[in-house]
């Protein structure tokens, strides 16, 4: 035994593994006792058994298994964990414990198995038992079937599904067991129990003993129903329920309830299974039943008929075969065939049951038509087919065809018609016969009832009777008001005949129980209690819907009232329970009244009434009057008391006092009395006769409103306004429309027809009398508040004027909401208010639709237009389609007949060629439109197959479909999709997109639905392998919709679903499901939907439950959508949200009082904060395809210090209602809380960027739509976002440009285009680039046009990393699968190609030889000229939005930053320094980051960045001539003319002088030859910054440097200055240059000239000089229109600023020069653009603001400028103010305006203000002594003696005379003569007014106020171009050389009057600038000679380019030296660093 001993000491779960079965059994043991003892389920001892259990059932030893199973049963019992063991466990009992054979241990296995049902583990344990059905072991056999036979006995047929039990049933019975066939007849015999007859169908089959045997044994079971008696644990409610009834030994009516619900429950056809038919129709079929012989006919139909003898059919596509069998049934000649027909059709129906729904509507008008056949077999055949059809679809959906044939004139076939709404009628339940469906029944069984035939009588009295008994008296009397009593007992006879197919409705008894209060049960349900359609029934619009109501805490008002919501039916609307019977009031006779009359009336009263005494009558009526007031209600003889008031004279009373009287007492009648209708139309015509008039009219309107409270404002209306328009008085019928415009406002809109007020309205907008059309107008604009925009498509055939009339009434009221009604409430009930409030909005909203004339397109629809459609040839095809839309276009609303329409579009959804496929899916959409509600019969055969489509791996038709499943599903509501297998069908295939697509569109309509039908269910498997699926967004679609299907499902549903699963995915969907269920939604509150509807009569607010609206307060009431269907009453839901909120304000006040406070809280530094945390990586960077839960927690958290705390938990709600609100909220105070919404700005983009990846569009369209204000307020702020904030939001918005709905891309698009005024551009460009990789394609397109309107507008330069690579990975979409990116991305490239040339190619590099035909082809397409201007848009866009001071940084934000780093970029590479390819800090494209980084102090321009030169120093040093620098990189990258002179550029601004040189004098070279110059075009703006730069870097860091040799910086300004004049000769390039380049080169330009350090350098004069000349130049040849922009830009800048006065005083003197350039240029010059300058100008300066400037001179210069644009132009200038916004507001046409004036009244005299600005010529000397004086000067300058004397007189007579013009005189001399005189005049202003470098530099004396450069300056403008302004060859120059050394001798060497040129040409090795023309000319022939010389060294660049560049690359006389230099240069550089 020592053995025993060391076992013994093992703990229990060892022992209970031993290999020794006594200790095996022994562990047994304890751990039985062990797990009784253990109080705690979840306690953690159970988990260490899990892998054990399966080991106790299946041991080895009989033995130790007995014990081993009473311990599992324990363990099942009580531990938590059990569940996991259920397969493992289950398996081992059926396998190793259910063949023992001891009767305990089978008994045990038995009890485990039961054991696990208890604990929800049932479909396991099923699936196993089944299982072991299989086995070879007749003892498991037995064993498995009694242990179901035991389940289903004690746990019924709910928890046990019964459907695979029957389905192995007809097996078991034949097996060769006889124990095992006895089993199974127990078994069968318990089946039976719980669902009776429907077993027998499924048993068909067996062998007819056993069935007869068993027959025998069913008939034995007792007929009580059967009830569970063990309970899951879920169930313990219901056990204790149970319990207690077993203990009373009744059955209460829980016991019902269960029953009720457990019965319908198993359907024999469930049980069934399906046989597929279609393919074993006989392969001639379609031959066949075409044929002409009718036997051939009859054979392929009695093959049909054996088939659909199956009682239940595979879902297939049965159309072809429905529609060979319609057209036997509708044209086949042979009775017979007809009748087989429709038993196939009969068939059909029944096999396929809802799915044969989508073929009924084409069946049912044929089987209709079909009934006026006589044969009684035919008519049988007819009733059988169409009720089976009927069973498949419902009322509603056939509606429309039942009710077309009702008017048809054969008897027969109105007698069967009406027969058949009987039948379908008993079919249906208050529910399902809403009122919307009873109307247009019962007004046409009312037609058949009056018809001439009996037997059509007949049936149209069953049918009525039917009607009757199922929707209840309430809901069908108003139907029956104008039939008389004999017929109405006849309705209400049929009525008690009529058997219910659902039993007893509530309807007829429930009238009985008027004293009682309405309880919740009475109300709720109108049919038996548990009933499965009432289930459903809270799907329909209907009764139920008050059930809430009286739940939701509304105390039942006194009993009285209270019946109207009990009575069942949704009745008339909240009429009070008596009245309902008054409606009938017989009509009296006129004795009768006169009894009823002097019983309450004095006799008096009624003697005096006709007296012909005016002042008796007028008595008798104050005595009737008093009496009246006096009359209890229920004693008031209404009806005889206005008979009384119309007796003679009646309504003709001549007296209006009388009269008066008369009208106030009908009104006090009908407010006192119980008042019917037919007392009203005793009255009514008398009060429309005197609607009219003046002294009764108001009275008349007031017994008229009162009436209406009594019988309804739609009847009362419908007859004043008839009344009024069949007579002729103008002013009864203008006034009875507006006292219907008022009565409307007051009663609500609730039941109104429309339709009968349409063609009055119409008839009163033609009308001739003006006060008619008025009212009428009027009318409509109160209907529009109600109705919404549809009403406008009543009168669109109106006269234009009228319509024009119409619509302005209808703009009026925009944005108007209805007034709540004030009248029609005060006699409801609660239930009846609430009950009139349910059926209104469907009433309006259906009305409305109803109401457009629909044409019937039936007709059009071919066989051939179908054949067409079907076609072989797709061209075929599409012509077929392309008639179809223009059929629907012309009918605009259609009827629901469209023929085989549907079936034709149905073949196309699956077209191979795609275009077509979109095609059909926009004539889907159109039909929806077209066709309204009515389309919902279409939805299972037409709806379905587009949400296939919703499959397709494009995107675009995917996108396409989803709108037209929208575009559908919101005129169907969603009902009609989720009834039925069809959805989930679609969601069983394994399409990735389709299930991303279908699950995005359920997670967005579920939300919205108050109830979903039982058939969702369905879908949830298929939801759970979705959780599942390989494809992420599948999973991701799967996750956002499952909280949705859990608000409508519950989480028990849910989780029970996930007992199928396989135990690793059950565990994960269990967890994913807990997680939903914390985000589940709640379901939209009908309470939340009726206060969203306050449209018509609704209850006042006192009316409703305070406790609905705290849990409704954060969501906006409408947005809880009423139900898709209601809501399509046009503008129904936008109208009503402010009414919404009005209910809502009482209970919220509260609230609100903490919501005063900001939204934002400025923390100091929390940005900041925040960014550096990001950083350091302290917190997750906001990075993540989908955001998970711990993104949320963390902005959630960062939020909660700055965002007020109501607004978060607004923010951060499950429900996306709240996130609407918060945007709204954040909307209002956007404006208010700038700064706070800057401080937090990161925290809300980033909460924005979750709400991308909410499904909800409305959620969606907000948050755009706050994006746009946000932006456009931080670009007005001047705000730049920053890279953190960029970066965590850009991505996600890239996202949302490929969503499917075009209004949200546009959005985006438009977000993007704003984004760009506050982020770089080229910083954009890497984001969307990104974009262009995604999935999606949509959004691929997106991007890439974007990506293209960015180059369009930015330049080339925008292009990120550089523009070869971005255009390569552009380039690579020319060959992708979806055709919207291919045109994307050749529209892109044909963009860049017009910026940029044929370059373009040289960038994208080898493209496949198709991807390149195609660009090609494209490029040529838009045979577009590459456009000159690349920039000009990006500055213009800008300039305009902003406020002008935004327009320095804007400018460089749009391009010139671009260019800046890309010649940073060049530069690196041209000084072959080996940086890393990240762009440092410096470069990145922030030029105000740049300026601040520099350490000088900044002037008025922005300095640059002192760069480490360290950097170039090791490559530098590489003993490697410099001139090979720049060679390898022209031969290797830049092979092509545009990149080279892009590289040229770019070492243009080099921080290398030799560099910059080098550059500079290439492109010069290039501009001075003719043939080359065109090359520069399209680079100008490019050229200019990065002279400007270089300008920049000159005065802010070579100036500063004093190891800098001073004469480097000259030689470096002659470069400059000489190149810009060379360009700016060039009149075709100057004009290039863009607005803000040239307002930058103004500024870089005038900085120089008042730099006070230029005056220390050798050469200042010359430089100045230099400058000066090239202003002139700038400011005559560049684009006028820019020009003159970019110096008011500029002046405008500098006073801002703290610039100089001597600043704005040289842009001042340059705007005078234009001045004076007008007269020449005005044509050219765009006003507009000047004109609005001027007005933001004078927006920022206004008048007083610039009077209080130190100088007049700013005021002047506009003032002068503005004259002599009035001048110019004369009145017209008025027209050219277009730019300008808000001219009211603007100075500027004010001023204009009193110029105008002015000039007009002093025509021939000048202006005094013009004189003074401009200089005007003095008149003083006359014209003739001018001359002569001139031309004596000019002898003397012309003579060698003279010269001098003559230049000082001239220099005298321009001071003396300022404006005297010299031009004259100047024209004919040559070139050198005009430069010559004006470098004298310029000499001797220095010399004699030494005013040092601000003089010379203008050539203007200060003083001179009105001058701008002066005269002279001007006759040098063409010094170096012809007067004809062409270019200038070399020849001439040298021509000039001579000339020169002739004149001055070379050895004329004094500083002061030596000629200019000469330096030039006496120190040729350090040039300095003379004319920097000629200069440069010297240069160049240096350079070519030190090129010859040192031509070994640059072999390479003797190749020369086609471009001119790489001629002249050596930059001095020797190489070497250069490099020697350099080095030297450089070691000074870094020391002084150091």
């Known amino acids: ?77 009580n531990a938590h964990v059990a569940g996991k063991t259920t397969g493992e466990v289950a398996s081992g009992v059926v396998n190793k414990v259910f063949n023992q054979p001891k009767a305990r241990a089978k008994e045990l296995g038995e009890d485990i198995c039961l054991m696990y049902i208890e604990i929800e583990k049932g479909e396991a344990i099923q699936e196993e038992l089944l299982k072991g059905l299989d086995n070879k072991n007749p003892k498991i056999i037995v064993a498995c079937i009694e242990t179901l036979r035991k389940a289903l006995s004690e746990f019924g047929s709910k928890i046990i599904s019964l459907k695979p039990i029957i389905k192995v049933l007809p097996k078991l019975f034949e097996s060769r067991e006889k124990a095992v066939r006895d089993e199974a007849k127990l078994l069968a015999v318990e089946i039976y129990r719980w669902i009776r007859d429907a077993l027998r169908p499924p048993l068909q089959n067996i062998n007819s003993v056993q069935l007869k045997e068993l027959e025998e044994e069913w008939i034995k079971v007792s007929s009580a129903a059967p009830k569970q008696t063990r309970f899951l644990r879920s169930q313990q409610e219901l056990k204790a329920k149970f319990e207690q009834q077993q203990g009373l030994g009744g059955d209460a009516d829980g016991g019902d309830d269960d029953e009720e619900e457990a019965v319908p429950q198993v359907d024999a056809y469930e049980l069934l299974e399906a046989v597929e038919i279609l393919s074993k129709l006989p392969k001639d079929f379609h031959e066949k039943i075409e044929a002409k012989k009718w036997q051939e006919r009859k054979e392929a139909l009695e093959a049909v008929e054996l088939l659909v003898k199956n009682p239940k059919l595979e879902s297939g596509d049965y159309a072809d075969l429905v529609k060979a069998l319609k057209k036997v049934v509708g044209k086949d000649t042979n009775v017979m065939l007809v009748a087989l027909a429709a038993k196939c059709l009969a068939g059909l129906a029944t096999g396929l049951r809802k799915k044969f729904g989508q073929y009924a509507g084409h069946v049912v008008p044929t089987i209709l038509e079909k009934f006026k056949e006589k044969k009684p077999q035919v008519v049988q055949a007819l009733q059988e087919a169409i009720d089976a059809i009927f069973l498949t679809t419902t009322l509603q959906n056939i509606s429309e065809d039942i009710l077309a044939v009702m008017d048809n004139k054969n008897p027969t076939i109105k007698q ?57 008296e309430k809901a069908v009397n108003p139907f029956l008001a104008d039939v008389d009593k004999l017929k109405l007992d006849r309705i209400k006879e049929c009525a008690e005949k009529v058997e219910l197919v659902y039993g007893k409705k509530a309807g007829g008894p429930a009238e009985k129980k008027e004293g009682k209060p309405v309880t919740g049960k009475a109300t709720a349900v109108p049919g038996p209690a548990g009933d499965k359609e009432t289930k459903d029934a809270v799907t329909k619009p209907g009764p139920l819907k008050k059930a809430s109501a009286v739940k939701a805490g509304v105390p039942p008002k006194k009993g009285k009232p209270a019946t109207a919501a009990g009575t069942g039916g949704a009745g008339p609307k909240g009429k009070k329970g008596p009245e309902t019977k008054e409606i009938f009031e017989a009509e009296l006779s006129i004795e009768v009244c006169e009894e009823k009359a002097a019983a309450v009336l004095p006799a008096s009263c009624i003697q005096q009434l006709d007296s012909g005494n005016w002042k008796e009558r007028l008595a008798c009526m104050e005595e009737f009057q008093k009496a009246v007031e006096l009359m209890e209600r229920s004693e008031m003889p209404c009806q005889a008391l206005v008979r009384m008031l119309a007796k003679k004279p009646g309504w003709k009373e001549t007296n209006f006092q009388v009269m008066q009287m008369k009208l106030h007492i009908v009104a006090l009648i009908a407010q006192k009395g119980n008042f019917s209708k037919t007392s009203a139309q005793v009255v009514l015509d008398g009060l429309v006769d005197k609607v009219g008039d003046v002294k009764c009219g108001t009275n008349a309107k007031e017994a008229m409103t009162a009436i209406a409270e009594a019988c309804q404002l739609p009847w009362t209306a419908e007859q004043v306004v008839a009344m009024a328009f069949s007579q002729k008085n103008p002013k009864n019928q203008s006034e009875a429309l507006n006292w219907l415009s008022n009565a409307i406002k007051e009663f609500g809109f609730s039941g109104l027809n429309v339709k009968a007020f349409i063609s009055n309205v119409k008839t009163a907008l033609a009308a001739t009398n003006p006060a008619v059309r008025t009212s009428a107008i009027t009318l409509l604009g109160v209907m529009y508040l109600y109705v919404g925009p549809s009403l406008r498509m009543f009168f669109e055939d109106e006269k234009p004027a009228l319509l024009s009339q119409i619509d302005a009434e209808f703009e009026k009221m925009q944005g108007q909401t209805a007034p709540a009604p004030t009248r029609g409430i005060s006699r409801h009930s609660v239930g009846g208010g609430d009950d009139g409030e349910e059926e209104e909005p469907e009433e309006v909203g259906n009305d409305v639709v109803d109401l457009l004339p629909r044409t019937d397109i039936g007709d059009k629809i071919t066989a051939e237009l179908v054949s067409k459609i079907g076609d072989k040839n797709w061209k075929i095809r599409k012509e077929g389609l392309d008639e179809v839309t223009s059929i629907i276009n012309e009918a605009k609303f259609i009827q629901p007949n469209i023929g085989e329409l549907p079936a034709a579009l149905k073949g196309r959804l699956n077209d191979s060629n795609k275009i077509l496929v979109q095609q059909t899916l926009s004539i889907l959409q159109q039909l929806a439109t077209a066709m309204g509600p009515n389309i919902k019969q279409y939805v299972k055969n037409l709806g379905i197959p587009v949400i296939t489509v919703l499959g397709d791996s494009k995107n675009n038709v995917r996108a396409a479909a989803l709108a037209t499943v929208n575009a559908w599903a919101e005129q169907t509501g969603m009902k009609e999709w989720l009834e039925g297998e069809d959805l989930s069908e679609e969601l069983k295939k394994e399409n990735p997109f389709l299930r991303q697509e279908l699950l995005g569109w359920l997670a967005e309509k579920l939300p919205a639905l108050r109830s979903v039908p039982s058939d969702l269910l369905l879908c949830v498997p298929h939801l759970y392998s979705c959780l599942e699926d390989r494809n992420g967004d599948v999973r991701k679609k799967a996750q956002d919709a499952l909280p949705f299907f859990m608000m409508h499902l519950g989480f028990e549903k849910m989780a029970k679903a996930t007992g199928k699963l396989k135990p690793t995915s059950k565990d994960q969907v269990l967890a994913m499901l807990e997680k939903a269920k914390a985000n589940m939604p709640a379901k939209p509150a009908p309470l939340a939907k009726a206060s969203s509807r306050v449209v018509g009569g609704a209850a006042p607010a006192k009316f409703q439950p305070a406790s609905a609206f705290t849990d409704d307060l954060g969501s906006n009431t409408v947005e809880a959508k009423p139900d898709l269907k209601k809501a399509k009453a046009g503008g129904l839901s936008s109208k009503t949200k402010v009414q919404g909120k009005k209910v809502i304000s009482k209970p919220s006040l509260k609230e609100d009082d903490d919501k005063s406070g900001p939204i934002f809280i400025i923390v100091p530094n929390g940005k900041e904060q925040r960014m550096r945390e990001e950083k350091a990586l302290k917190v997750l960077k906001w990075n993540f395809t989908t955001p998970r839960d711990e993104y949320i927690e963390q902005l959630k958290t960062q939020m909660s210090t700055c965002v007020a705390k109501w607004l978060q938990d607004e923010m951060f709600h499950a429900d996306f209602q709240h996130h609407n ?19 937090c700005l990161d925290l809300i983009l980033k909460w924005l960027t979750l709400r991308f990846f909410d499904t909800n569009t409305s959620v969606l369209m907000k948050t755009l739509e706050y994006l746009k204000l946000l932006f456009s307020l931080l670009s007005q702020e001047e705000y730049h976002l920053t890279e953190n904030e960029a970066s965590s939001f850009i991505p996600y918005l890239i996202l949302k440009v490929g969503e499917p709905k075009d209004v949200i891309r546009k959005d985006v698009r438009a977000i993007l285009n704003r984004m760009c005024l506050i982020y770089p551009a080229s910083k954009m460009f890497p984001f969307i680039m990104e974009g262009t990789k995604s999935k999606n394609s949509k959004q691929r397109a997106e991007c890439l046009e974007e990506l293209g309107c960015l180059v369009e507008s930015y330049g080339m330069n925008v292009c990120q990393p550089t523009p070869g690579k971005a255009l390569k990975e552009m380039a690579t979409h020319i060959g992708d699968r979806d055709n919207a990116v291919r045109n994307a991305a050749l529209n892109t490239i044909v963009t860049v190609y017009n910026v940029h040339g044929d370059q373009v190619f040289k960038l994208i590099g080898n493209l496949s030889e198709k991807d390149m035909s195609m660009l090609e082809e494209r490029i040529k397409r838009s045979a577009k000229r590459p456009s000159s201007a690349p920039v000009r848009q990006a500055e213009e866009k800008p300039q305009r939005t902003q406020n002008i001071s935004a327009n320095a940084s804007m400018m ?54 002192q760069h480490k030169l360290d950097d170039i120093l090791e490559p530098v040093l590489i003993p490697e001539p410099k001139i090979r620098a720049v060679s390898p990189h022209f031969d290797d990258m830049h092979s092509n003319t545009a990149s080279t002179i892009n590289f040229v550029i770019s070492q243009v601004a080099s921080g290398d002088i030799n560099t910059s040189i080098q550059a500079l004098t290439q492109i010069d070279e290039v501009l001075k030859q003719e043939d080359k110059a065109e090359a520069m075009s399209g680079h100008i703006d490019q050229f200019l910054i990065a002279t400007f730069m270089q300008l920049r870097l000159i005065y802010n860091t070579h100036m500063a440097d004093e190891k800098l040799d001073k004469d480097e910086i000259v030689r470096l300004y002659s470069c400059i200055i000489g190149s810009m004049i060379t360009l700016f000769q060039i009149e075709s390039l100057a004009r290039e240059a863009s607005t803000g380049v040239l307002k930058d080169l103004m500024h870089g330009l005038i900085t120089l000239m008042l730099d006070s350090r230029v005056e220390d350098l050798e050469e200042s004069e010359q430089v100045i000089r230099s400058v000066n000349l090239l202003v002139v130049k700038v400011l005559e040849k560049s684009d006028q229109t820019n020009i003159l922009s970019a110096l008011l830009v500029l002046l405008q800048d500098s006073l801002l600023a703290t610039a100089s006065s001597k600043f704005s005083e040289l842009v001042m003197k340059c705007l005078w020069r234009m001045v004076r350039l007008l007269p020449e240029t005005i044509n050219s010059i765009n006003l507009d653009r000047i004109l609005l300058d001027i007005h933001i100008f004078m927006k920022v300066f206004p008048k007083e603001k610039l009077k209080q400037c130190k100088s007049e001179f ?170 004809n302004g062409e270019e200038v060859g070399p020849s001439i120059y040298l021509e000039r050389l001579k000339i020169l050394r002739q004149r001055c001798g070379l050895d004329n060497a004094k500083q002061e009057d030596r000629p200019p040129l000469t330096s030039l040409l006496s120190k040729p090795t350090l040039p300095t600038v003379a004319s920097s023309t000629d200069m440069l000319h010297s240069k160049l022939s240096q350079l070519r000679e030190s090129r010859e010389q040192y031509q070994h060294l640059d072999l390479d660049s003797n190749q020369t380019h086609s471009s001119g560049f790489g001629t002249t690359l050596a930059s001095s006389s020797s190489a070497a030296a250069n490099i020697d230099d350099l080095k030297k240069r450089l070691e000074r550089i870094k020391s002084s660093r150091k």
């Open 1754 to 1923: 700013p005021i002047r210069t506009l003032k002068t400028l503005l004259h002599t644009l009035c001048k110019l132009k004369g009145p017209k200038i008025l027209d050219h103010l277009t730019m300008i916004d808000n001219k009211n507001e603007s100075e500027l046409e004010a001023h204009l305006c009193r110029l105008m004036k002015h000039t007009m009244e002093q025509t021939g005299k000048a202006d005094k203000d013009t004189e003074k600005g401009a200089s005007c010529i003095e008149e003083k000397a006359s014209k003739a002594k001018v001359n002569d004086i001139l031309a004596e000067i000019f002898k003397k300058i012309g003579s060698k003696e003279n010269t001098k004397e003559g230049l000082a007189e001239l220099y005298e007579y321009k001071k003396k005379y300022s404006d005297a013009d010299i031009e004259p005189f100047l024209k004919n001399s040559s070139q050198f003569f005009q430069s010559y005189v004006e470098r004298g005049l310029q000499l001797i202003e220095t010399e004699r007014e030494g005013k040092g470098c601000i003089a010379t530099s203008t050539g203007i004396s200060p003083q001179r106020e009105g001058t701008c450069v002066p005269a002279p300056t001007r006759t040098v403008s063409s010094s170096t171009g012809n007067t």
């Open 1221 to 1239: 609100k918060a945007l709204t909220v954040m909307i209002e105070h956007l404006e208010s809380e700038k700064d706070g919404v800057i401080s």
């Open 1 to 77: 035994m020592g053995d025993d001993s060391e076992w013994m000491k093992l703990p229990i779960d060892q022992k209970c593994e031993h290999k020794l079965w006594k200790a095996r059994l022994n562990g047994y043991e304890e751990a039985l006792k062990l797990f009784q003892k253990i109080d705690d389920e979840k306690s953690p001892e159970w988990s260490k058994y899990l892998g054990l259990i399966k080991k106790f059932v299946t041991d080895s030893n009989a033995v130790a298994q007995l014990k081993g199973l009473e311990a599992a049963l324990a363990y099942v019992e």
């Open 1452 to 1505: 460089r934000k749009g391009q010139a930053e671009d260019m800046s780093s890309k010649l940073n970029q060049n530069r690196n590479m041209g000084s072959h320094s080996e940086t890393t390819h990240t762009v440092p800090r410096e470069f990145q494209l922030d030029l105000d980051e740049i300026e601040n980084d520099n350490g000088t102090i900044r002037c008025e321009m922005p300095a640059l960045v």
């Open 416 to 472: 069967q018609t009406s027969l058949f709404i009987a039948r379908s009628f008993r079919h249906c339940t208050p529910s399902t016969l809403p009122k919307s469906l009873l109307k247009p029944f019962c007004a046409a069984l009312l037609k058949h009832i009056n018809d001439s035939a009996p037997e059509v009588r007949d049936a149209g009295f069953e049918a009525l009777g039917t009607a009757l008994k199922v929707a209840g």
